[in-house]
């Protein structure tokens, strides 16, 4: 979230820089987004502050489960949804805030499980690299496991609570997970009652092959990183075959930068990326996992130095796109930048470019939702929710009212539920 | 809290068992004590579900910070003080995680720094044991230190935020803390400029040797188990000469039973303790490290075999309270349990008794203030907010508002602000 998406954000938007830091700038974003029932409210989550961070506000500076808490007593609707890591927390603790949140918002929590790509963030955890991929991969399906095991550690009943004859708990239905594996050993159980939602909603990101297997195992919400439409299909189909029976939903992220005409939007971004200046280009740059140097504006990426790095250790989704754009469409890196890097879908245009594109995208299966990534906030928010939603709406394609009382619930998931 | 810290709370009060887990039920008793103005919510922590948790609401159960982050958007002055463990997190997590909540209170936050002396959880958390008494607490004196280290990695001013010349933070002001010691090795900065009050209040309740000289180097405010006038001087007077030029503020635990009459007040004592059972006599057993068998009502604690426990690693204020008013007083097991298992001070009386002793130990030096331990909640807080607080006002003991912003200038901190 932070003050928007793109790298400009907080130099277009009228508020204050340190509004990222501001309880009443939280509050309104969440009021507007379950005004317009939107499903959730998705945090980042940043264990390092790298060079980055001292140029623009950090999308994931405050701890995301604080925020969500904060917001969970003004918003009774939407969906909380934050990200956390699995390399740099233990279970127990993990497992024990999000029931707790789950508990006190009437379940509409979730966990957006990530392994941690950033090189910095090791360095605050006494270590001096992050640990290889696929060690993060097996020590998070592992740390998956157990927290999902201590959800389920009181059964639903466990709590009687029957003051007269003096029974608050039935300690048959309360057991220990006594989880001994290569990670983790953890004897449960936990120590909050089974809340309202049993096991809070899976989010995971994962493009990798590892990434896909994790999220194809244990995700119900797969958010990914799709510029086109057919590597958009793909992956949707890929992943459902991978995970033949179980549900999930697959959310490419999506950045709508809206105008009242096309040439309006156009000047938005425009302007955007002037404000955002070089960021672009850096950012682009460590998602490659090349030196920033190497980039030519006037030219393709150079894939041969892209697929030089062995050690490449970053998001495998963000990497994929940008070959995929510039292998497939021969774009400079210029045009690389001024399609958000070549990260996710970028939509620059009316209300009823993104509704149609959204639409389309959902009708050919590329996609089960949208991972909203709004430029600017709140203004941004506002323009989709005005803008595309009452014409989503006019298609029969999104709610009016939150249908249920969960976000799992809200997000049509039927299996898991306790 | 819990449903308050009376072991028979549960069954007493009006509501439901699982009020603990109801965010209408924290919001309730934040207001009473926000309306009346107390100093702070202080909330307990536990990462462990024991077998007494089974017999009734367990204090801690859920995450704290995440309990007083959904107050933090429904109050505005009172402060949120929650329990941490450093034997079971990271200082990067907890730095930020603290820092996050103080941005969003606006100020309000304060971590009571503890070890963890329950055995139970370090199955949780991959040991078989717990660290040692003292491996603990080295380990915590330099947990205090990397995480004061981190809110301080961010000058006052470092974050600029000027749009027009695309200055976000001075990177002259924001540090790394490349702490390198004997348990922690970390980079910094932390994610998060500083906070309204840069350091949130450190809170402490070490009573061993390692503990008073713990709280003595690092704590703001000290909670400590006392329940004779004497020994409560002494401790006030011993920490004080352990820290000559800090602040450091001594808060007895304190227990009020409240009655309209003193016979109504022992009514409520009577039944609270017939409704808790045989749960007290466990409880002290625990604390003072001894099987329950050992324990006979009509006699006093087995004082040899207290001692004879050398492999003691609870709560050590808890054990030398109880063993003090043996000593002392030579009081039988069942003596003891009346008194809150000779732990904290309890008052059993009118608020005119209740105002009577707080206001004596307070102008004798023996407490600079009070950390209620409310017996059944809310009840027990509107007897005590409605009934003592009037009478401690019209001796001018107790503020009419809160004087100031944060929770440190309202607990009267001077030091340690920005």
Redesign the interface.
């Known amino acids: 979230m932070g003050l928007g998406m793109h790298l400009g954000a907080?130099?277009y938007r009228e508020g204050?820089?340190?509004d990222y830091?501001?309880?009443r700038y939280?509050?309104e974003i969440a009021r507007i987004a379950e005004d317009a029932k939107l499903h959730a409210i998705f945090l980042a989550d940043?264990?390092?502050?790298s060079?980055e961070?001292?140029?623009?506000?950090?999308l994931?500076?405050?701890?995301p489960?604080?925020?969500l808490?904060?917001?969970?007593?003004?918003t009774s609707k939407i969906g909380l949804v934050a990200t956390m890591s699995t390399t740099?927390?233990?279970p127990?603790?993990l497992a024990?805030?999000f029931a707790?949140?789950d508990?006190?918002?009437?379940g509409r929590v979730g966990w957006n499980v990530v392994t941690t790509f950033v090189p910095?963030v090791a360095?605050?955890?006494?270590?001096a690299n992050l640990p290889a991929h696929d060690d993060r991969y097996r020590r998070a399906g592992e740390f998956v496991e157990v927290v999902a095991a201590l959800w389920d550690s009181w059964a639903e009943d466990a709590?009687?609570?029957?003051?007269e004859s003096?029974r608050?708990?039935?300690?048959a239905l309360?057991r220990p997970i006594d989880h001994a594996g290569a990670h983790?050993?953890?004897?449960?159980?936990?120590?909050?009652?089974r809340?309202p939602q049993r096991r809070p909603v899976i989010f995971q990101a994962g493009a990798s092959e590892d990434g896909r297997n994790l999220a194809a195992r244990t995700a119900d919400v797969v958010f990914t990183v799709q510029n086109t439409l057919e590597a958009a299909r793909e992956f949707r189909a890929d992943l459902r075959a991978r995970a033949p029976r179980r549900e999930v939903k697959v959310l490419p992220g999506v950045v709508p930068i809206i105008g009242a005409t096309r040439e309006d939007a156009l000047r938005r971004k425009e302007e955007l990326d002037r404000?955002a200046?070089d960021e672009e280009l850096r950012k682009l740059a460590l998602r490659v996992g090349v030196p920033v140097d190497a980039l030519d504006p006037d030219r393709p990426l150079p894939l041969e130095l892209v697929r030089a790095n062995t050690d490449f250790n970053a998001s495998h989704g963000f990497r994929a796109a940008a070959v995929r754009l510039t292998e497939e469409e021969g774009v400079t890196v210029r045009e690389l930048l001024y399609r958000n890097g070549g990260g996710h879908l970028q939509i620059v245009g009316t209300a009823a470019d993104v509704a149609d594109t959204l639409a389309h995208w959902f009708t050919c299966g590329a996609a089960d939702g949208f991972n909203l990534m709004i430029d600017v906030l709140p203004d941004g928010l506002t323009r989709f929710t005005e803008g595309v939603l009452p014409l989503l709406r006019a298609r029969g394609l999104f709610h009016d009212d939150y249908p249920g009382a969960t976000l799992r619930a809200n997000l049509g998931l039927t299996q898991g539920a306790r």
Request: proline share 6%; aromatic share 10%; no cysteine.
């Open positions: 907080w130099r204050a820089a340190a830091l501001d309880p939280y509050t940043t264990l390092a502050l060079e961070h001292l140029r623009r506000p950090n994931g500076a405050l701890d489960v604080v925020v808490a904060t917001l969970a007593s003004v740099f927390n233990e127990y603790n024990r805030r707790s949140l508990h006190l918002s009437g910095d360095a605050n955890f006494g270590s709590l009687i609570g029957d003051k003096d608050f708990a039935d300690p309360v983790f050993a953890v004897r449960g159980p936990l120590t909050v009652p809340s404000l200046g």
